[in-house]
């Protein structure tokens, strides 16, 4: 089996990682932090990066068959699952480490990505902000952020943020569900 891999980071990564958990053709997803190599001998914490002073932004790392999911298709999720006008945060999660970004892997996904963005911008009046970067380096999340939605439905902010997100999803793209 081929897999390529993309980096989305679209406000909280427990958010992002439940919605593509549920797509077809998604092998893996992984939240964490993208951004820059980091300078210190460890890896950026949650703590670090929730402080909103490192250039990381929680993300999740999709690892995906591109036989069973076209990247055009991950995209249309990306796009639906959060707010790509929204500066710097999603909703109530607001910082630079919850800004709209696409972490490319291929030229392919980069060029696939700034169409996108064109396209659907035409037909909004707020301005995208979502950048698109070459992924630099991404830090596994540490081991209690892995699957949360999962381990913590009925949680409060699962509840009021993911659960909705999840919903909207599964509603809007009922072909793409596993």
């Known amino acids: 089996m081929r897999t ?4 989305f980071g679209g406000g909280c990564f427990w958010c992002t990682e439940a ?3 549920m797509i077809k ?3 893996s997803v992984e939240p964490g932090y993208a951004g820059p190599k980091y300078k210190n001998e460890k890896d950026p914490s949650y703590e670090e990066v929730s402080s909103g002073e490192t250039p990381y932004v929680e993300s999740a790392k999709i690892v995906y068959d591109p036989d069973r999911i076209a990247f055009a298709e991950l995209l ?3 796009f639906a699952s959060h ?3 929204q500066a710097n945060g999603q909703g109530s999660d607001v910082g630079p480490q919850y800004r709209s970004a696409i972490f490319y892997t291929t030229e392919r996904q980069k060029q696939m ?4 963005i064109e396209n659907i911008q035409k037909m909004l009046s707020k301005k995208i ?3 698109t970067e070459p992924l630099d380096a991404f830090y596994k999340a540490e081991g209690y952020h892995q699957k949360y939605y999962e381990n913590h439905k009925d949680a409060g902010y699962c509840q009021l943020i993911i659960t909705p997100k999840v919903e909207k999803v599964q509603e809007k793209f009922k072909d793409l569900l596993k």
């Open 83 to 85: 707010d790509p006008t």
């Open 113 to 116: 990505s700034e169409r996108y």
């Open 19 to 21: 919605v593509f958990l």
């Open 25 to 27: 053709g998604v092998e």
């Open 4 to 7: 390529e891999t993309i980096v």
């Open 129 to 131: 902000v979502t950048t």
């Open 76 to 78: 249309q999720v990306y």
